[in-house]
């Protein structure tokens, strides 16, 4: 069983859906996690950091860590075409991180 | 805002050649990272470093592989004998405590033929 599962996708969406992402583990020693946008060819943005199961907020994005369930989501809001990218899940153990293969999405105007 | 310096951006290197790859890390974080990617795969751990030493290495870094801060701002990797599957993008990352999101470089594009 790999480490960090995600759905690589690709996903298509329309302006203004809902989009939602998500990630399964193994580990019970992750501590934290993250979600991280990638743009072709440039390096990971750090867009949610969280610790704790629970649901955190910032703007048009909700992280959402179930750790009884080991899995992660991400919620974006109102997607817009410039969301269109990578978004990598990241657990951090042992300080170094283990990245999901990321879920290619894409927000049709 | 702080961000981590690559350079450079895009290297071109004939196997068996040695490579460096160059990162300025945010001024006041203190631990360091390389990671790569392979076109089409995942994000891969390869080293971290602080306190100027190695404190967790991958597999992956073997003794082609070495990292050093040779001064309060560089980070350096350094690949003695490029092989043909070291072609990846090398990301550059650093951290201000242990309890922060990782900042990452815009990355080196490494192409081995």
């Known amino acids: 069983q790999k480490e960090v599962e995600q759905d690589p996708g690709p996903l298509s969406v329309p302006e203004g859906a809902i989009v939602s992402l998500n990630c399964t583990y193994s580990?019970?020693?992750?501590?934290?996690f993250m979600w991280y946008r990638q743009y072709s060819r440039k390096g990971p943005e750090l867009l949610m950091y969280t610790y704790s199961s629970g649901n955190k907020e910032d703007g048009r994005f909700t992280a959402q860590v179930d750790k009884s369930s080991k899995y992660i989501s991400l919620f974006i809001r109102d997607s817009q075409p410039s969301d269109s990218a990578t978004y990598l899940c990241?657990?951090?153990?042992?300080?170094?991180?283990?990245f999901g293969q990321g879920t290619e999405l894409s927000v049709k105007p | 805002e702080p961000e981590v310096t690559q350079t450079p951006s895009h290297q071109v290197t004939q196997m068996g050649q040695e490579v460096i790859l160059r990162c300025v890390p945010i001024s006041n974080h203190l631990y360091f990272y390389w990671y790569r990617q392979i076109l089409g795969q995942k994000v891969e751990f390869l080293v971290s470093?602080?306190?100027?030493?190695?404190?967790?290495k991958s597999e992956i870094f073997d003794d082609q592989f070495s990292v050093e801060r040779p001064d309060g701002s560089n980070f350096t990797l350094k690949i003695r004998s490029t092989k043909l599957e070291d072609s990846a993008m090398y990301f550059c990352?650093?951290?201000?405590?242990?309890?922060?999101?990782?900042?990452f470089g815009s990355g080196t594009r490494l192409t081995v033929v």
């Open positions: 580990n019970s020693a992750f501590q934290y």
């Open positions: 470093f602080y306190n100027n030493e190695i404190s967790e």
């Open positions: 990352a650093s951290l201000a405590g242990v309890n922060y999101g990782y900042t």
């Open positions: 990241a657990m951090k153990v042992r300080g170094k991180l283990i």
